[in-house]
């Protein structure tokens, strides 16, 4: 369940151009943080994607809990979403992948620990020789985080920055006002 604030914050799911948000997981009981891009997003939450040998999908499996951090040019609105990551519906992965950019879906496909590892001369003959398929390689995979809390922070000259934070309690979003 989402807020229609988060609509007139975000991007509209058509803009080709996506968000990039920092994902942050519980790593072996230590906090880890990476750039992704948000796919789409719904009623029910925010969509990323990424390759399931990933450290960030082991990260999930052990303890779904995330933050997403977003942050607006020039310092003007941040968003943080609290949530739950769960693996996102099938026909959900193959769409988000249809939208990738052909350097996308080609990164996809080669993006592993082995090529990773290529002197290179040789990644940049792998990648100039690849066809990239339609489908999406096996290791593609897409997840909905489901948020628990949004926090909406505003910067502002005349009155300091504050934020408008919503949590979920008993299925209602419950707004705070706290200090920026
Ligand atoms: C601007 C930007 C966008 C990125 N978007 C994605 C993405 O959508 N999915 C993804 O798996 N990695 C993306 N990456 C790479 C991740 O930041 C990260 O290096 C990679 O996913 C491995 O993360 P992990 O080992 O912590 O799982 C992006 C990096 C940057 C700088």
Same mark, same amino acid.
């Given at each position: 369940?989402?807020?229609?604030?988060?609509?007139? =914050?975000?991007? #509209?799911?058509?803009?080709?151009?996506?968000?990039?948000?920092?994902?942050?997981?519980?790593?072996?009981?230590?906090?880890?943080?990476?750039?992704?891009?948000?796919?789409?997003? #719904?009623?029910?939450?925010?969509? !990323?994607?990424?390759?399931?040998?990933?450290r960030?999908?082991?990260?999930?499996?052990?303890?779904?809990?995330v933050?997403?951090?977003?942050? =607006?040019?020039?310092?003007? *609105?941040?968003?943080?979403?609290?949530?739950?990551?769960?693996?996102?519906?099938?026909?959900?992965?193959?769409?988000? !992948?249809?939208? *990738?950019?052909?350097?996308?879906?080609?990164?996809? =496909?080669?993006?592993?620990?082995?090529?990773?590892?290529?002197?290179?001369?040789?990644?940049?003959?792998?990648?100039?020789?690849?066809?990239?398929?339609?489908?999406?390689?096996?290791?593609?995979?897409?997840f909905?985080? *489901?948020?628990? *809390?949004?926090?909406? =922070?505003?910067?502002?000259?005349?009155?300091a920055?504050?934020? #408008?934070?919503?949590?979920?309690? #008993?299925?209602?979003?419950?707004?705070?006002?706290?200090?920026?």
């Amino acid at each position: 369940m989402t807020l229609p604030l988060l609509d007139e =914050w975000l991007p #509209d799911n058509s803009v080709l151009e996506r968000p990039q948000m920092i994902l942050s997981t519980v790593s072996q009981g230590a906090p880890d943080a990476r750039t992704v891009l948000l796919s789409e997003h #719904d009623a029910e939450g925010l969509y !990323f994607h990424t390759d399931s040998r990933s450290r960030k999908v082991a990260d999930i499996a052990a303890n779904p809990a995330v933050a997403l951090t977003f942050l =607006w040019p020039n310092f003007t *609105r941040q968003l943080v979403v609290q949530g739950l990551a769960s693996v996102a519906p099938p026909a959900e992965q193959a769409t988000a !992948f249809e939208r *990738r950019s052909p350097y996308l879906k080609q990164l996809a =496909w080669l993006n592993s620990p082995e090529f990773a590892q290529l002197p290179l001369a040789s990644r940049v003959e792998a990648w100039a020789a690849f066809d990239v398929p339609a489908d999406p390689p096996p290791t593609w995979i897409g997840f909905l985080v *489901r948020p628990t *809390r949004l926090t909406f =922070w505003t910067s502002n000259a005349e009155a300091a920055s504050r934020r #408008d934070e919503y949590t979920l309690a #008993d299925g209602e979003w419950v707004l705070t006002h706290l200090a920026g």
